[in-house]
Nanobody
Framework: QVQLVESGGGLVQPGESLRLSCAAS????????MAWFRQAPGQEREYLAV????????YNSNSVKGRFTISKDDAKHTVFLQMNSLQSEDTAVYFC?????????????????WGQGTQVTVSS
């Protein structure tokens, strides 16, 4: 099974940008559709974006459409989340997720593999 490790979180000011990375390792690391979720304190884990195994199909949550962009580098087995125009309400723990079926990545309950999460804090 694939393992996921996120990086790139941190403290930024409102309006700034941040890019998260998720490195996949293990058997068949490129055979999974990938996604980003986030979870703020006291809230449910929220789907943000999904990218298909081939990278040809991308889905974005309406909550972050136009500000967040998911992409992947198959050679490095890495998925990215570029986050622009960050606001305080974007403060959360951000999780990378993987599943052989992209359709399982739109809700947390059906995800097969999770990373450990990385904290993003947006504050002045």
């Amino acid at each position: 099974q694939v393992q996921l490790v996120e990086s790139g979180g941190g403290l930024v000011q409102p309006g700034e940008s941040l890019r998260l990375s998720c490195a996949a390792s293990g058997r068949g690391a490129n055979d999974y559709a990938m996604a980003w979720f986030r979870q703020a304190p006291g809230q449910e884990r929220e789907y943000l974006a999904v990218i298909s195994r081939s990278g040809s199909t991308i889905y974005n949550s309406n909550s972050v459409k136009g500000r967040f962009t998911i992409s992947k580098d198959d050679a490095k087995h890495t998925v990215f989340l570029q986050m622009n125009s960050l606001q305080s309400e974007d403060t959360a723990v951000y999780f990378c997720a993987a599943d052989p079926k992209a359709s399982n990545l739109f809700q947390s309950q059906t995800v097969t593999v999770w990373g450990q999460g990385t904290q993003v804090t947006v504050s002045s």
